[in-house]
């Protein structure tokens, strides 16, 4: 049986009219035309002192190969080798985590559900940290921390797997009740790694990265995480009908001919696959998958086709923009950006629990 075109998450009866939502063609061209102008911010704004003019003939030179002057090297070098593939990585990995709160939300049909829920990231935290406070993998030099990451992101997914599937396949409770287990479970690891550690700079390098920064960015990073999240990005795309069918509940959504617990193995790889390349390289951002998905359906609807066309645009703006203010805050000090987002989310998610006409995980 065909999936209806606007099978989407019901709405409650009885309450005040839903807002009106906003088209997504000029919503989405909108916020593609503010990325743009946020990746140019990203790179011209820094502690360092580089001009605007300075920092469009940079980016110039290093789109098209063009020359600079030999007392211009250090400043293209801040310019083209550090902001702005840290800029790039912030829009990816925005990207990537809201797209996969959108997922996450639905598979388990849980409002409070974001990337991490299924304890990906925590167990990403394990092998990050093991790199970082005691040199695990250095023979894979700038590859061990990224590489580390992802590898422990995978045992964690296969762990968390094994322990909530049941012969009857996985349910949405047993997924939240194991990854919420599984988190506490490996930070309580990564917890006794940092105070076991005795470098204290090590430590310090450690929680930078459990709170999330975008430090580390170069161009190598850049590719396979964007890749990760194009593809995980374009298959929600295009199962976006089944994620509306999974939103309403399994018995629905085998009414409309949906198998629930086949999706539901399929997102959960896709989404623990993307998260753990994004953590990889950016470490644990919290909220940006949790809100950039409400604020989302609030702006056009729960069809997840409209929603996963809109979100991940929205949260790439975001993060390019709380990495700046990372940066800029306390400069030349840099505040984890995880810090950052939750200043901004805690506020942001009080404000959404109390509009009317806006019911969380629906339309």
Known sequence: MAIPEQATVPRTTGGPPP???????????????????????????????????????????????????????????IVWELRFPRALLAAVVGAGLSAIGVAVQAMVRNALADPFVLGISSGAAVGANAVLLFGALGSLGVWALSGAAFASALAAMLLVYLAARTPHGLTPLRLV??????????????TLMVF????????????????????????SSVPIAAGAV????????????????????????AAL?????????????VAAAVTGAVVAVSGAIGFVGLMVPHVTRMLVGADHRRVLTVAPLLGAVLLVWVDIVSRLLLAPVELPVGVITALIGVPCFVLLMRRRGYVFGGA
């Open 196 to 219: 076991s550690a005795e470098r204290g700079e090590s430590a310090r390098s450690a929680m930078m990265w459990l709170l999330g920064s975008l430090g580390g960015a170069t161009w």
């Open 177 to 190: 009740l194991t990854g919420s287990a599984m988190y506490y479970g490996f930070s309580a690891i990564t």
């Open 19 to 77: 807002p009106r939502r906003l088209p997504v063609p000029p919503l989405a061209g909108a916020l593609a035309a503010a990325l743009l102008v946020s990746l140019v911010c990203g790179v011209g704004l820094g502690a360092a002192g580089v001009t605007w003019g300075e920092t469009l003939r940079y980016l110039r030179a290093g789109l098209t190969g063009g020359s600079i002057a030999p007392d211009e090297v250090a400043a293209y070098t």
């Open 257 to 269: 001919g949906v198998d629930a617990d086949r999706l539901r193995r399929k997102l959960f790889v």
């Open 230 to 253: 194009l593809a995980g990005t374009g298959y929600l795309l295009w199962t976006a009908r089944g994620l509306n069918a999974l939103a309403m509940g399994d018995e629905t959504a």
